[in-house]
């Protein structure tokens, strides 16, 4: 696999607390150069980015991030809000106290809700599995197929742990035909990248991918 093929698959991310202006301009001008499928960044940044680079990027950003317990409401409007600055794509977070409660139908009516305020953008949705039983996982690749989501997506980055291969095969046997893999969290290697994608990914979250990719240092963060 050809590092270009991997960039290909890459969401380019910073999505630190803390992150400036400069960080970002550094993280898009990266992605552009690399053709990284997007980059992720906090909604603060979108309408920035979009007003800045057009369509030389593909924008995706985070809703209900990184815990997830917003309100369903809240969370849609944060699509509305992104879309109309220039997001292209959406990676939201499940309630995650909605899964621990066993309330697996709620969890699903929310996914369908927020992907219909995105229409026909993607809808990529975080089930952060560090935190998540098996059966709870297998409930969530259920609810995500049912809902017409675009992606399960298994960490936020922010969690105790990150993508693992167990979990992208568990997923794989229990999503729909309509539904793709992110792998995100931890991914800090080109072994790691090739993995995931061998498995069966279709998307990667990181911030690393150019740095190690391109043989350089990045600045972007540690997602």
Known sequence: ??????????????LKPYATWEDIVRLCDEAVTYHTASVCVPPCYIKRIHE???EKLNICTVVGFPLGYSVTEAKVREVEQALADGCN??????????????????????????KSACGQHVLKVIVETCYLTETEKIAMCRAVTNAGADYIKTSTGFGTDGATKADVELFLKHIGSNVKIKAAGGISTKDDMEMFLSLGCDRLGTSRAVGLLAGQETNAGEY
Do not use: A, F, P, W
């Open 1 to 14: 696999m050809t590092n270009q093929e991997i960039l290909s698959h890459v969401d380019h991310t910073q």
């Open 52 to 54: 800045t680079y057009g």
């Open 89 to 114: 794509e959406i990676d939201m977070v499940i309630n995650i106290s909605d899964v621990k409660n066993g309330c697996y139908e709620k969890v699903e009516e929310e996914i369908r809700t927020v």
